[in-house]
């Protein structure tokens, strides 16, 4: 089982970067695939999550400008960042959930959402420059 992101980098603030998370060796259409990021100093936060079927959420400091997609056919799904801020610098991370349940019902912005994923991928860091 592997998770691999790809996709971060330097940008600007009010720019924008498109992360991937790319899965291998397990069913990818049966789970939901979540963002998390860790800045430095700062405990992980979940960002962003989508279910099996499609359906996205959003953490408040996220909701309007991060949009997230899956490819199924590729099994692979993308984090596309706009009007990125400062404080969204961070190691980025996806996650896999089978049950689909704690990102249907809690959300990534649940305390309790970090704790119920099955796979992580190692992360990939983003930096907004002022």
């Known amino acids: 089982v592997q998770l691999v992101e790809s996709g971060g980098g330097s940008v600007q603030a009010g720019g924008s970067l498109t992360l991937s998370c790319s899965a291998s060796?397990?069913?990818?259409?049966?789970?939901?695939v979540a963002w998390f990021r860790r800045a430095p100093g700062k405990e992980r936060e979940g960002v962003s999550c989508i279910t099996s079927d499609g359906t996205p959420h959003y953490s408040d400091a996220v909701k309007g400008r991060f949009t997230v997609s899956s490819d199924t056919a590729k099994s692979t799904v993308f984090l596309h960042m706009n009007n990125l801020k400062p404080e969204d610098s961070a190691d980025y991370y996806c996650?896999?959930?089978?049950?689909?349940?704690?990102?249907?019902?809690?959300?990534?912005?649940?305390?309790?959402?970090?704790?119920?994923?099955?796979?992580w991928g190692k992360g990939t860091p983003v930096t907004v420059t002022s």
């Open positions: 060796g397990f069913v990818f259409d049966d789970y939901a």
């Open positions: 996650a896999a959930e089978v049950s689909n349940y704690y990102c249907s019902v809690y959300g990534p912005q649940h305390e309790t959402f970090q704790d119920n994923m099955d796979y």
